[in-house]
């Protein structure tokens, strides 16, 4: 029997209630009280019995019949993602191909060289853009630049980046070899054999300090990427070896742009800073058993250090449940921008195949009760961000000591910063790769020193090289003078307008000369901040931006001045939006 069908007739076997066997005779019996629960799960079970029976009929009819070669194994995955796409964005079918990424993403754990990799400007080949500290391809002499030719022999020419990473992959103690075209001498190759080993991405790639108004280390900084396996322990680490180097003040805790992870590690950040056994966060489901408590566990490291939690649009998950649960028992105060409104809890289950679904359980409610999820995690503005939320949608609740907090998707901060962001000409400088190229040439060139700066006649050499660099650049303005035009001739305007119009976009037409000038001093900072990595690795680049990072100062002059920081965590009300 298939098992389409063994499913079908399970289901519909529920059905079947026992009795006396046909043309007995039995003595009638009240008909006991029906029990509701019961009878809705039986209809739910027909239902799924009548649906899947559909299906198979109609898989079994397409597979038989249909004029061209059919691949059964596509169609039923391309049939299962259909189906959970109307369902949440989270919810998703992982095949077994794809398990390996997924693991990778919630430990921080693979078996490989320790090297990060891209396209090369011209898309041609595949390029190393950083190696990690200390990693097998650290060890070996990688440099960001290098290009990486073939990998066991197999041409990487034209690959794209997962077809090269997959091969760089593999299991620990094996050797790859790799044949470079290094970044010093382009017109030479060079042969590497490189032992793959088991690579931990650390989760705080940095700590430090945020110096004071006299320049002094009084409050501390810990960056954490993400909530992978163990990155509570990083977070001790780290806390605990600030608190041995000078007096804690205050502690920034940066979650920006941490999209989140494993829910155990977010309940334990927590307790470095809340006493034993306080409520972090609960889920609650449809079905019973997803619904739990978290406590805190153990006692805390910093329970009086004075705290703030840096966020912005893309804090999400496990990053939501530290900032909002440090936030309703008035334990920290929260910097930034609003976070991502992820609230949705996900858990594996396998279906076949070594593949798994990703399935939305239940929901995350912080200690105040109010639930993290976005109302609507389907419409956002373009930077991701939650969109608006009418206010007869918003609930307000109170945090520990009486402050008004509010649901409606994510976490409101207590001290609003403006996000920074960059110019769509940067954008795509970055996305262009030349950044990078330039970076890489110049840390080969030349020893900078912590405190470099992209000088005038750095500026001018980049410059120099984007002479004759092809890049297509159109700007919102000219975007909108698109659209105008269309509405103009559309409503008979255009002729009228033509000229203003074509003075417009002779003002604004896109010059690569005229937007390097206009966007210098942002093109100057991601260009230091290339160059740091490749000399300094990502510790350094963070410590880098560091001094120019206005929200991480406005943290910590908050966290300085004990009437502000008192008044905030005691009386002051979050925004509704």
């Known amino acids: 029997m298939s098992i389409f069908r063994h499913i079908i007739f399970s289901a519909a076997a529920v059905l079947c209630v026992s009795g006396p066997a046909s043309g007995a005779t039995a003595k009638k019996q009240p008909a006991p009280a029906a029990d509701s629960s019961a009878i809705a799960s039986q209809r739910r079970d027909l239902e799924i019995g009548r649906s899947m029976e559909t299906f198979f009929n109609i898989f079994r009819e397409v597979n038989l019949y249909y004029v061209d070669t059919t691949s059964p194994a596509q169609m039923v995955r391309e049939a299962g993602n259909a189906m959970l796409e109307g369902l949440d964005p989270y919810t998703e079918y992982l095949p077994a191909e794809e398990m390996a990424a997924f693991e990778t993403m919630t430990t921080g754990k693979y078996a490989g060289l320790g090297a990060l990799i891209r396209k090369s400007s011209d898309g041609r080949w595949i390029e190393v853009a950083e190696p990690y500290r200390g990693t097998p391809s650290d060890k070996a002499g990688l440099k960001a630049g290098d290009r990486i030719l073939s990998v066991d022999g197999v041409d990487m020419q034209g690959k794209e980046v997962v077809f090269a990473s997959d091969r760089m992959r593999g299991k620990a103690g094996t050797t790859a070899v790799l044949v470079i075209s290094p970044i010093v001498d382009t017109t030479t190759t060079k042969t590497l054999h490189i032992k793959r080993e088991r690579i931990s ?38 806390l605990t070896a600030l608190q041995h180097q000078a007096p804690l003040k205050g502690l920034v805790l940066d979650l920006r742009d941490n999209t989140g992870g494993i829910l155990g590690e977010a309940v334990k950040i927590v307790g470095l800073f809340m006493p034993r056994n306080t409520i972090v966060v609960t889920t609650k489901g449809r079905v019973p058993e997803m619904n739990a408590t978290y406590r805190t566990v153990g006692e805390p490291v910093a329970p009086t250090v004075p705290l703030a939690v840096l966020t912005n649009s893309a804090s999400a998950s496990a990053s939501e449940i530290v900032a909002g649960s440090l936030q309703d028992l008035d334990r920290a105060v929260i910097v930034g921008q609003r976070s991502f409104g992820k609230g949705l809890v996900q858990s594996t289950r396998p279906v076949g195949e070594n593949g798994y679904i990703k399935l939305t359980t239940a929901k995350y409610y912080t200690p105040s009760g109010r639930c993290i999820q976005a109302v609507d995690y389907s419409h956002r503005n373009e930077d991701r961000s939650v969109g608006a939320v009418p206010d007869s949608l918003i609930a307000s609740f ?21 996000a920074d962001y960059f110019g769509k000409f940067t954008v795509i400088l970055l996305g262009s790769g030349y950044i990078d190229d330039f970076a890489n040439r110049y840390a080969v060139e030349h020893s900078p020193s912590r405190d470099f700066a992209v000088g005038d006649s750095v500026y001018a050499a980049f410059c120099g090289m984007m002479a004759d660099k092809p890049i297509t650049f159109e700007s919102g303005t000219e975007q909108l003078l698109t659209q105008l035009r269309k509405v103009a001739e559309r409503e008979k305007y255009s002729e009228r307008i033509a000229g203003e119009l074509d003075a417009i976009a002779e003002k604004i037409k896109d010059d690569k000369t005229a937007e390097l000038k206009a966007f210098s001093p942002e093109i100057r900072e991601v260009l230091a901040d290339a160059v740091m990595t490749r000399w300094y690795y990502d510790a350094g680049r963070l410590e880098y931006m560091l001094r120019r990072d206005r929200t991480a100062r406005k943290a910590a002059a908050v966290l300085l001045d004990k009437g502000e920081y008192t008044r905030i965590i005691a009386t002051q009300d979050t925004d509704k939006k």
């Open 201 to 238: 991405v650390p989760a705080v790639p940095y700590y430090g300090w945020v110096k004071d108004s006299t320049g002094a280390d009084s409050v501390g900084y810990i960056r954490l990427n993400s909530f992978t396996e163990n990155c509570a322990a990083e977070v001790r680490n780290a």
């Open 398 to 418: 109170r945090t520990a000591g009486g402050r008004t907090v509010y649901d409606g998707g994510g976490i409101m901060p207590d001290v609003r910063t403006d």
